[in-house]
């Protein structure tokens, strides 16, 4: 499958983007980034220096991905996301002076396979998103959010549990969980969840 460049993306010659990978109009991917096989990058959005994308990651329109954030397979980042960088930003120096890169250390995002960030949230690095969880839309994520979580609000707090199909599950209580989709079972050990194999 080829691969697609918009005319009007930015794509920096260090880049390595993935066969049948997409960058649509206005995009910009900067040095280093590298972007997995099947990947969308929407109209405006931002991939970083050295950024790293797994296999088949969406990234919607006008989404912010700064480094050094590492996306797993699978990942979908929603419309105006923002993944930060900076524990402490500051524009100058306490003397006035202009900072430069050489005046702060860049911290990551890391999300795990098949992990959603819904539409307008922000990561604030560092933080994981665990594999398969839900970030919903608005949220500000401020801690690392387990696997299969549904987390909201401001700060975002776990509300329930989801699993791989995105659908939140039905609790069928004493600490079992279902997908309504697929019918997979899970089990729940405090703030952890997994999936029971049969």
């Avoid at 993935?18 to 997995?36: I, K, N, P």
């Avoid at 995002?109 to 998103?129: D, K, L, N, Y």
Wanted: glycine share 12%; charged share 20%; hydrophobic share 45%.
């Amino acid at each position: 499958m080829a691969t697609r460049i918009a005319d009007t993306a930015d794509v920096a010659d260090g880049a390595t983007i993935g066969d049948g990978s997409s960058v649509w109009h206005l995009a910009q991917v900067r040095e280093e980034a590298v972007l997995g096989e099947g990947c969308i990058i929407g109209r405006g959005a931002y991939i970083g220096t050295g950024v790293r994308l797994g296999d088949h990651c969406k990234v919607q329109n006008y989404a912010l991905v700064y480094e050094p954030a590492v996306l797993a397979d699978g990942v979908f980042i929603g419309p105006a996301v923002v993944l930060t960088n900076d524990t402490f930003p500051r524009a100058i120096n306490a003397d006035g002076s202009l900072k430069s890169a050489d005046d702060w250390e860049a911290v990551g995002v890391t999300i795990e396979r098949g992990a959603s960030i819904g539409a307008r949230a922000v990561c604030v690095a560092p933080v994981t998103i665990g594999a398969w969880a839900t970030v919903a839309a608005g949220a500000v994520v401020t801690k690392d959010v387990p696997a299969h979580a549904l987390v909201a609000g401001v700060p975002a707090r776990r509300i329930g549990w989801v699993g791989e199909s995105g659908r939140p599950l039905s609790d069928d209580g004493d600490g079992r969980w279902t997908c309504p989709v697929t019918g997979t079972a899970y089990e729940q050990t405090q703030d952890t969840l997994r999936k029971v194999v049969k």
